[in-house]
């Protein structure tokens, strides 16, 4: 799992807040993170390769409110695929068939063509793995500091609608 840890001080504003006001903090954070978590999936979805488009578009966000606790915003897929795409995978005999569809649309290859450069790139897999492409790293990473930022104004949007912070 990837995370961003926010500044000390303003999670204990955030958590004084939700005693005093817990709508108040439902509203402004669930805003802070719809907004956060879509813009974060679009990032991912940026970063994801794509041949037909299925891993690209399995990419969803998802928002839940925890009563009592916060809001938690999540962006993944349910393709287990997804991992060794992100991670990079150690040697492996991959399936050729995908490989072959892979090669008639990124090398413009047909027939027997097709067929051997999905077994040259399938035993180059089983012999060195692959990379990983990272795309949910690369985003995260490319937005840490926006959210950052938009988290802290979150807080003083909060604040500022409470009043004082016991």
């Known amino acids: 799992m990837i ?3 926010f500044d ?3 999670v204990a504003k955030l958590a004084a807040a939700m005693e005093q006001s817990p709508e108040i903090v439902e ?11 879509m813009h974060l ?3 991912v979805q940026e970063r994801t390769p794509t041949t037909h488009g299925t891993l690209r578009a399995s990419v ?3 928002v839940r409110v925890l009563p009592g606790i916060g809001i938690e915003g999540v962006v993944g897929t ?7 795409v992100e991670l990079g995978s150690g040697p492996h005999m991959p399936p050729v068939e995908p490989l072959v569809e892979w090669a008639k649309q990124k090398l413009g290859v ?3 063509e097709a067929e051997s450069a999905a077994w040259g790139i399938a035993k180059a897999i089983a012999k060195r793995g692959t990379l990983g492409v990272g795309m949910f790293h690369r985003a995260l990473a490319a937005n840490r500091q926006q959210l ?7 807080v003083r949007r909060i604040t500022t609608r409470i009043g004082t912070i016991q």
Do not use: H, N, W
Not at 28 to 33: D, T
Not at 78 to 84: C, H, K, N
Not at 148 to 154: D, I, K, N, R, V
């Open 3 to 5: 995370s961003i840890e």
């Open 8 to 10: 000390a001080t303003d």
């Open 27 to 37: 509203d402004e954070l669930g805003r802070f993170m719809r907004a956060a978590t």
């Open 41 to 43: 999936q679009a990032e």
């Open 60 to 62: 969803i966000g998802d």
């Open 78 to 84: 349910s393709l287990a695929y997804a991992v060794p």
């Open 110 to 112: 047909r027939g027997k």
């Open 148 to 154: 950052l930022e938009q988290f802290g104004e979150c």
